[in-house]
Nanobody, 125 residues
Framework: QVQLAESGGGLVQAGGSLRLSCAAS??????????MGWFSQATGKEREFVAS????????YYADSAKGRFTISRDNAKNTVYLQMNSLKPEDTAVYYCAAARGWGPPGSYAYDYWGQGTQVTVSS
């Protein structure tokens, strides 16, 4: 059974930073064989793509809202993916989910196979 566990969320003032982590576990699961993504879902809204990273980390996509402020990275040896979030804005307030996918390509071109439970990020003005 595969588990993705997000952590690092919390309450931060506008302009601040947070670093989210997504730790993967499972008897035979290796994050190095999966593309990984981060998504956000604000209250009353649909889940949105934030960023994704290929198996090796050599290819990355960002949502326009994340470009220049967020950085996705991965440490396959630790089975962990990160999302560094800088210059946070109140509109970034949401639950952030990580996900793992066997596919790869531009956002929306493939489905994710596993999802975490999410971590709350709240940005105060």
């Amino acid at each position: 059974q595969v588990q993705l566990a997000e952590s690092g969320g919390g309450l931060v003032q506008a302009g601040g930073s947070l670093r989210l982590s997504c730790a993967a576990s499972g008897r035979t699961f290796s994050v190095s064989r999966y593309a990984m993504g981060w998504f956000s879902q604000a209250t009353g809204k649909e889940r949105e793509f934030v960023a994704s990273i290929s198996w090796s980390g050599g290819s990355i996509y960002y949502a326009d809202s994340a470009k220049g402020r967020f950085t996705i990275s991965r440490d396959n040896a630790k089975n962990t993916v990160y999302l560094q979030m800088n210059s946070l804005k109140p509109e970034d307030t949401a639950v952030y989910y990580c996900a793992a996918a066997r596919g790869w390509g531009p956002p929306g071109s493939y489905a994710y196979d596993y999802w975490g439970q999410g971590t709350q990020v709240t940005v105060s003005s």
